[in-house]
């Protein structure tokens, strides 16, 4: 994926960074610069909404901006119950997803940030999880009532996703922040799936296992900004990701503009739509 850039008719590949959340308030104050960056980086992130709350803002980015940012909506797993508690995600939450997605599918990149989390600290009890693959259930079929693909969590619930994706005959889907074992990898790869590899990598050895296990057709990249940056408790930015491009071209034996090249074209394949935002 290449494009123009007039100034100096150079070509330059574009990076897309499939998993962010550029509507934490953490991005706010600096939002123009953090743009021109991704402009001059050539740099292109899917923003991905995780609750009601933030669904306006991550369009409301993304729309203006087509050339560096999309959007994806989709309710996180784990949802605030107030300003110090969490709860499950249930089935009634789902209610309203499918009036958003009837306004704005023909935009949105995918169908996320969805998925199971079953972090004993979070989701302690069978009945908490089974609510939780309900409501998956649910953002399954409005991903494939709105031909949207899906943008997954799966925090300790590596096997228990795979499985209800299966069930429900879904290839194709993204993986984000993947922490299952070998045997969990593989599956999802014969499923068709695709993981995502973060800044992270460069400390977590997780993703560095998930990198060299995962067929280079399925591998793409992510920044999960402000989380899983290179240095664990600072806030990531999908700037970054010219370290994880760094890091994976020493891991696979590559060069950086091949790491690049073979994660976007990935990309593209996973998320149809990026071939409206960036020329291939």
């Known amino acids: 994926a290449v494009v123009s850039t007039q100034s100096t008719g150079r070509h330059k590949m574009v ?13 706010k104050e600096n939002f123009p610069d953090l743009l021109e960056n991704l402009r001059k980086q050539e740099l292109f992130v899917i923003a991905v909404g995780m609750s009601y709350s933030d669904f306006q803002e991550v369009i409301d980015i993304s729309l203006p901006n087509p050339d560096h940012i999309g959007f994806g909506l989709g309710l996180h797993p784990i949802q605030r119950a107030s300003l110090e508690e969490t709860r499950p995600l249930t089935s009634d939450d789902t209610v309203l997803l499918s009036s958003w997605l009837d306004s704005y599918s023909s935009s949105a990149i995918c169908l996320g940030e969805c998925g199971l989390d079953f972090s ?5 009890t069978s009945l908490e999880r089974d609510l939780q693959r309900d409501a998956l259930r649910l953002q399954i079929e409005l991903s494939k009532k709105y031909d949207l693909p899906l943008n997954l969590h799966s925090r ?8 209800l ?21 593989r599956q999802g790869v014969e499923d068709g799936h695709y993981f995502s590899i973060a800044p992270s990598l460069v400390r977590d050895p997780s993703q560095q296992q998930v990198a060299k296990s995962v067929p280079l057709d399925r591998i793409v990249l992510e920044s999960d900004a402000p989380a899983l940056g290179p240095v664990k408790g ?6 970054n990701l010219l370290q994880t491009v760094d890091h994976l071209s020493n891991l696979l ?13 990935n990309a593209v394949r996973l998320f149809p739509k990026l071939k ?3 020329r291939l």
């Open 234 to 239: 600072r806030n990531n930015t999908p700037l």
């Open 253 to 265: 034996e590559l060069s950086n503009d091949e790491v690049i090249q073979l994660t976007t074209q």
């Open 156 to 163: 300790s619930a590596g096997k228990p996703l795979l499985d």
């Open 15 to 27: 990076i897309v960074d499939c998993h962010a959340h550029l509507s934490d308030i953490c991005f």
């Open 276 to 278: 409206n935002h960036i």
């Open 165 to 185: 994706l299966k069930q429900n005959d879904i290839r194709g889907a993204l993986l984000h922040a993947f922490d299952g074992g070998k045997k969990a990898i």
């Open 120 to 124: 004993k600290w979070l989701c302690p």
